[in-house]
């Protein structure tokens, strides 16, 4: 197949979870696919790096642009501009002019099979239901994201402009599931969702995976106490989360255990998360190289999330260094894992806590927990089994596609893949010289 990939918001560094499970994708598939791949980078991003990471990638065009950050001085602005569109604020301000020329061009020109919407946001520069069939490949619900956080709110505007999000975000997400092809979530709770919320849409599901070779036991000694959140920390979800801990959970464990310490790990902390780095016992780390080393380290990892959609790679990444986990129940959401047995569960701040404490007291249940949570991302969840499933969907796609076409229209298609074949020199483009800049759907 011949794939066109469109990812907003860059994939090198994988410093998120969204850009490892799109990453590990990509580079399976590039393999036995030609993969034409179309994103964008900020400052903080590495397009060169992208291109040998994704070597095997027949092209890769990569658009400098800053999204508008909560923070900005830019984005009051581009907030305001989104009332006006019946866009979302998060889809709206992804919409990159350079992008989606490419992305047309590509299209009208026939030189793909399949176009790939890699997050809802990317579908703002992707043309659905064109001449080519589109997956988008939800990574999460997006608009039960935003309505979660709505009722975690206690600030009335604030809780306001949540409201009105999430209800223009629900609007356009079931418009696009619906124009869509195929929309592929990553777990059953969220393709049964979609299948809600966009009646008729084609849905189906794949699961998260992991790397087991990168993230594995090692010997390093733990720090007596330590617990440890690995996340970027410029996500709402995962700033709710860790100072929902820090607030509610932790002073209880601290009441029992007074020595516990808890390491908050990740990018681009808001300035809500390093002041959390005053209290007692919290460490706020900001960007690391190696998240490993401070999952090692941990006694227990815990994920304290209140909202959020999808699934939780960093869950995947803990049991695979063997680590025992404590999880809200939205954190372990859409993740095949036995409470009790592989991980354990708990909502409210009580519980949670207590549960935290019987384990840095028992190292023989931690073990036996993080044993099992091991074994059971070594024998399910490989990206190489992930990938052929995403590709089993694709080919599906396009198979049927072909089919809805004429007999004409059929027979040229296939001479002009024959034609372009699968080789041919590898183009990859770093920089572009003029930056995208969204506007406001017209």
Same mark, same amino acid.
């Given at each position: 197949?011949?794939?066109?990939?469109?990812?907003?918001?860059?994939?090198?560094?994988?410093?998120?979870?969204?850009?490892?499970? #799109?990453?590990?994708?990509? =580079?399976? &598939? *590039? !393999?036995?696919? @030609?993969?034409?791949?179309?994103?964008?980078?900020? #400052?903080?991003?590495?397009? =060169?790096? &992208? *291109? !040998?990471?994704? @070597?095997?990638?027949?092209?890769?065009?990569?658009?400098?642009?800053?999204?508008?950050?909560?923070?900005?001085?830019?984005?009051?602005?581009?907030?305001?501009?989104?009332?006006?569109?019946?866009?979302?604020?998060?889809?709206?301000?992804?919409?990159?002019?350079?992008?989606?020329?490419?992305?047309?061009?590509?299209?009208?020109?026939?030189?793909?099979?399949?176009?790939?919407?890699?997050?809802?946001?990317?579908?703002?520069?992707?043309?659905?239901?064109?001449?080519?069939?589109?997956?988008?490949?939800?990574?999460?619900?997006?608009?039960?994201?935003?309505?979660?956080?709505?009722?975690?709110?206690?600030?009335?505007?604030?809780?306001?402009?949540?409201?009105l999000e999430w209800r223009k975000l629900r609007r356009q997400e079931r418009a696009i599931c619906r124009s869509a092809d195929l929309t592929i979530a990553v777990s059953s709770e969220d393709r049964d969702r979609l299948a809600v919320l966009a009646p008729g849409a084609r849905v189906t599901s794949i699961p998260t995976g992991v790397d087991t070779s990168y993230f594995r036991p090692t010997s390093t000694p733990e720090i007596p106490g330590r617990l440890v959140f690995t996340g970027s920390m410029d996500w709402q979800p995962n700033e709710d989360a860790v100072t929902y801990f820090v607030d509610r959970i932790l002073p209880?464990?601290?009441?029992?255990?007074?020595?516990?310490?808890?390491?908050?790990?990740?990018?681009?902390?808001?300035?809500?998360?390093?002041?959390?780095?005053?209290?007692a016992g919290v460490l706020v780390t900001g960007t690391v190289d190696d998240v490993r080393a401070y999952i090692a380290e941990a006694a227990v990892y815990v994920v304290p999330l209140r909202a959020g959609g999808g699934t939780r790679l960093k869950i995947f990444e803990a049991l695979a260094m063997q680590k025992p986990v404590v999880s809200t129940t939205v954190g372990a959401e859409g993740l095949s894992l036995k409470p009790g047995e592989e991980f354990i569960a708990a909502d409210d701040p009580e519980r949670f806590a207590s549960e935290v404490v019987a384990l840095i007291k028992d190292p023989?249940?931690?073990?036996?927990?993080?044993?099992?949570g091991r074994t059971l991302v070594e024998t399910r969840y490989s990206w190489s089994h992930i990938a052929q499933a995403f590709e089993a969907a694709c080919e599906q796609v396009v198979t049927g596609h072909e089919s809805t076409t004429t007999d004409s229209e059929h027979r040229a298609h296939l001479s002009r893949k024959r034609s372009a074949g699968l080789g041919g020199p590898r183009l990859v483009v770093s920089h572009h010289n003029e930056l995208g800049r969204p506007h406001r759907h017209s």
């Open positions: 197949m011949r794939i066109l990939w469109v990812k907003m918001n860059g994939l090198w560094p994988a410093n998120t979870g969204g850009r490892v499970r #799109s990453l590990q994708i990509l =580079s399976a &598939l *590039s !393999r036995r696919h @030609r993969i034409t791949l179309v994103t964008t980078h900020g #400052s903080d991003d590495d397009p =060169s790096g &992208l *291109s !040998r990471e994704l @070597r095997g990638c027949y092209r890769i065009h990569s658009f400098p642009f800053a999204v508008p950050k909560k923070g900005d001085a830019s984005f009051p602005l581009t907030v305001a501009r989104s009332w006006l569109s019946k866009d979302p604020v998060d889809l709206w301000k992804w919409r990159v002019s350079g992008v989606r020329e490419l992305v047309k061009h590509l299209v009208d020109d026939n030189t793909v099979d399949v176009c790939v919407s890699d997050f809802l946001f990317a579908a703002a520069n992707v043309p659905m239901q064109g001449r080519i069939p589109v997956v988008l490949f939800e990574h999460n619900v997006e608009y039960l994201i935003w309505k979660r956080l709505a009722t975690l709110e206690s600030n009335p505007w604030r809780r306001a402009l949540f409201e209880r464990i601290r009441h029992e255990l007074p020595t516990v310490s808890f390491a908050i790990v990740g990018r681009r902390p808001s300035a809500r998360v390093k002041a959390l780095a005053e209290r023989i249940r931690r073990h036996v927990l993080g044993r099992a």
